[in-house]
Structure formats: structure tokens, C-alpha cells
């Protein structure tokens, strides 16, 4: 493996120390190397801070030691003012004199931009070590500005005869097909994205939290599809424990495509990640009209017998694991 393959490798390690609270920012990670030792390391801090690139350089002890360096990053430096001042201008103003990127930035303010911007300083740009992994790192932003939607991530369990939910229920509440470690790992996942979405059966049937309760990190924004409004505001989703959003008529048109004008609400908010929890109905909807990206599938020991189907789909299985008696298998949509 090359020395720089190495140094990106090691940034898109430090990078998923932002995950769950850059967004909508890509996670960044990134390193300054001077005699082939590190003297900086940085990640993406939560949105509105410093970028990566400005940790990297503000963990440098000894600055004059910048002029001989080589600052690696998985993602292009940013080259406008947004929340915090361009990163390509810092590293200009220190004099780094190469950089390595992993990928460009296709956000439409940047793309280029950055690179054209250290090339003009007589800055040399190294662009593409480990592209595919960079990417596959930044997924959730590059599908947001490439796709012009979330990053849609399918969850459910299901028993081992295939059915998510039993024929009829005596309570308000989940019954659970999975153990409790594969459920803490479910709220480690809601920890990581923007928003979680159910429909108004899931609401109904279960009276869901929704929440980060046995992990630690934030929650995300709770979405509930409610036609008509007609859910009761005492039922947990509506609690202060998260902020609540019903997208009911009024927001779209149930006569025609639903997730897709899901998406393009979520899109004007500049949500860039979605774990989607919903019934077998929602989950269906989002995979018939083809906007997922990721589907999460545990498979439990129980038994139904009969009762709510799980979804059907067709995806490239990614990754498979077992969690005690649970299996966990992850697709992607091809």
C-alpha cells in the first residue's frame, strides 16, 4: 500500500468521529504529515464549527513546521464562506505546500473550486487516493446533492417465517422479533441520521419513542405521515424528547408518487439522511417507487405463523452478522 493510500485511510478513520453530528456537513477527516510523522489530526466538528482541515492545523503545536508539510483530507477543502470561512484559504495562509485528496465535492458551491484555488497558490494537489472508499464514506452527502434527496435507509425486523408484525395485537406497544443488543444497535443507527420516519399505523398500533434512548447521542428529528392529522398529540411521538414533524394532505398529494414528494420536502430542509421505520406499508411505498439506498434486515427466532408480511425487494446483499440468535443482513439498491 503507498504512503498516502495509508494517510487517507487514516483520515476516514478519525472522520466517522463526526458521525451524527456534522450533518447536513460531510464527516471529514484529515491529517497533517512533516518528515513522514503526524503533526495534526482533525475531524469535522458539529455543524456550524470548524471544519476538519481547520482542526488538523489547530493541533499543530509548532506552526512553522506547516510549510513543510503534506495535509491529506477525504474530501476537497471548501472554497466559500458558509457557516465558517473557506478552508482552502486557511491552508493557503499557512503556506502547506501539497495536499491529498481523496475525492472532489460536488456540492455545487465547491466542485473544483477548492482544488483550482491551492493550484493558483502553487499549492500541489494530489486528487483520487482511495476515491471509491471516500466516496462510499461521504455517501449520505453525495447522494444529497447528486440525487437531490436523502440518503434513505430501509429498517425492520422480521421473524424467521417472514412476517414483521403478528395478525392482532392486545397492547399499545412493539412486540419485539429481535434481542435486546440488536435494539440497542438500532438506536445507535438512529443516532447517525437526520430524521426517522414512520406512518400513521406504526403510531397507532405501537405508540413509539422513536428515540436515542440506549445509546448515547442525539435524536432525530421524528417524521409521521398522517394523512388527515388524526393522530392524538398524548401519544409519545409528540412528547419534547425530539422535535415531531406530520406530513399530512396538506404538504402532499396522496393521489400520486408519496415518497418522492417525501424526498423533495426533505431535500428543501437540506436533510441529507433518513432511517425509515415504518410498517410494512411505508417501507413497500419508498421500495416500489425505488428511493432507498440501504436496507437493514434483522431476522429473529420467533415465529408468527400468520400476520403482516415482511417487505418484498430485490437488493445486492452487502454485509451479513449475526447478534447472538439474530441475523443482520445489510442490502444496497442497485
Same mark, same amino acid.
Given at each position: 500500500?503507498?504512503?498516502?493510500?495509508?494517510?487517507?485511510?487514516?483520515?476516514?478513520?478519525?472522520? %466517522?468521529?463526526?458521525?451524527?453530528?456534522?450533518?447536513?456537513?460531510?464527516?471529514?477527516?484529515?491529517? /497533517?504529515?512533516?518528515?513522514?510523522?503526524?503533526?495534526?489530526?482533525?475531524?469535522?466538528?458539529?455543524?456550524?464549527?470548524?471544519?476538519?482541515?481547520?482542526?488538523?492545523?489547530?493541533?499543530?503545536?509548532?506552526?512553522? +513546521? !506547516?510549510?513543510?508539510?503534506? !495535509?491529506?483530507?477525504?474530501?476537497?477543502?471548501?472554497?466559500?464562506?458558509?457557516?465558517?470561512?473557506?478552508?482552502?484559504?486557511?491552508?493557503?495562509?499557512?503556506?502547506?505546500? $501539497?495536499?491529498?485528496?481523496?475525492?472532489? #465535492?460536488?456540492?455545487?458551491?465547491?466542485?473544483?473550486?477548492?482544488?483550482?484555488? !491551492?493550484?493558483?497558490?502553487?499549492?500541489?494537489?494530489?486528487?483520487?487516493?482511495? *476515491?471509491? @472508499?471516500?466516496?462510499?464514506?461521504?455517501?449520505?452527502?453525495?447522494?444529497?446533492?447528486?440525487? %437531490?434527496?436523502?440518503?434513505?435507509?430501509?429498517?425492520?425486523?422480521?421473524?424467521?417465517?417472514?412476517?414483521?408484525?403478528?395478525?392482532?395485537?392486545? %397492547?399499545?406497544?412493539?412486540?419485539?422479533?429481535?434481542?435486546?443488543?440488536?435494539?440497542?444497535?438500532?438506536?445507535?443507527?438512529?443516532?447517525? @441520521?437526520?430524521?426517522?420516519?414512520?406512518?400513521?399505523?406504526?403510531?397507532?398500533?405501537?405508540?413509539?419513542?422513536?428515540?436515542?434512548?440506549?445509546?448515547?447521542?442525539?435524536?432525530?428529528?421524528?417524521?409521521?405521515?398522517?394523512?388527515?392529522?388524526?393522530?392524538?398529540? *398524548? +401519544?409519545?411521538?409528540?412528547?419534547?424528547?425530539? $422535535?415531531?414533524?406530520?406530513?399530512?394532505?396538506?404538504?402532499?398529494?396522496?393521489?400520486?408518487?408519496?415518497? &418522492?414528494?417525501?424526498?423533495?420536502? +426533505?431535500? &428543501? *430542509?437540506?436533510?441529507?439522511?433518513? /432511517?425509515?421505520?415504518?410498517?410494512?406499508?411505508?417501507?413497500?411505498?419508498?421500495?416500489?417507487?425505488?428511493?432507498?439506498?440501504?436496507?437493514?434486515?434483522?431476522?429473529?427466532?420467533?415465529?408468527?405463523?400468520?400476520?403482516?408480511?415482511?417487505?418484498?425487494?430485490?437488493?445486492? +446483499?452487502?454485509?451479513?452478522?449475526?447478534?447472538?440468535?439474530?441475523?443482520?443482513?445489510?442490502?444496497?439498491? #442497485?
Amino acid at each position: 500500500m503507498q504512503i498516502h493510500e495509508i494517510h487517507i485511510k487514516r483520515c476516514l478513520k478519525i472522520a %466517522k468521529n463526526g458521525l451524527g453530528s456534522t450533518r447536513p456537513n460531510p464527516m471529514v477527516g484529515a491529517i /497533517i504529515v512533516c518528515d513522514d510523522k503526524v503533526i495534526g489530526e482533525g475531524f469535522t466538528s458539529p455543524y456550524g464549527q470548524s471544519h476538519a482541515e481547520v482542526n488538523a492545523i489547530n493541533a499543530v503545536k509548532n506552526k512553522a +513546521l !506547516l510549510k513543510k508539510s503534506t !495535509l491529506y483530507v477525504t474530501l476537497e477543502p471548501c472554497s466559500h464562506h458558509g457557516k465558517t470561512p473557506p478552508c482552502s484559504d486557511l491552508i493557503i495562509s499557512h503556506n502547506i505546500p $501539497k495536499v491529498v485528496i481523496g475525492c472532489i #465535492d460536488d456540492n455545487p458551491q465547491v466542485v473544483g473550486k477548492g482544488i483550482a484555488k !491551492l493550484k493558483a497558490s502553487g499549492c500541489e494537489v494530489i486528487v483520487g487516493v482511495l *476515491e471509491d @472508499e471516500c466516496k462510499i464514506h461521504h455517501k449520505r452527502f453525495f447522494t444529497f446533492h447528486n440525487k %437531490k434527496r436523502p440518503y434513505i435507509i430501509l429498517k425492520w425486523a422480521e421473524t424467521k417465517d417472514g412476517f414483521i408484525a403478528p395478525k392482532t395485537k392486545d %397492547k399499545q406497544k412493539p412486540i419485539w422479533i429481535t434481542n435486546r443488543y440488536s435494539r440497542q444497535l438500532v438506536h445507535k443507527w438512529r443516532s447517525e @441520521e437526520q430524521v426517522i420516519l414512520v406512518g400513521t399505523n406504526t403510531v397507532i398500533e405501537d405508540n413509539p419513542s422513536l428515540t436515542v434512548r440506549d445509546w448515547t447521542g442525539d435524536n432525530p428529528t421524528r417524521i409521521v405521515i398522517d394523512k388527515n392529522l388524526k393522530l392524538n398529540s *398524548e +401519544l409519545k411521538l409528540f412528547d419534547n424528547a425530539a $422535535k415531531t414533524i406530520s406530513i399530512s394532505n396538506k404538504e402532499i398529494d396522496f393521489k400520486k408518487n408519496i415518497s &418522492k414528494q417525501i424526498c423533495d420536502l +426533505l431535500f &428543501k *430542509e437540506n436533510i441529507n439522511s433518513i /432511517i425509515i421505520e415504518g410498517g410494512s406499508k411505508t417501507l413497500q411505498t419508498f421500495i416500489d417507487e425505488g428511493l432507498w439506498d440501504e436496507a437493514r434486515v434483522f431476522v429473529g427466532l420467533t415465529e408468527f405463523k400468520e400476520g403482516v408480511k415482511a417487505p418484498q425487494f430485490k437488493g445486492k +446483499l452487502a454485509s451479513e452478522q449475526s447478534i447472538l440468535d439474530d441475523s443482520l443482513k445489510v442490502y444496497l439498491n #442497485d
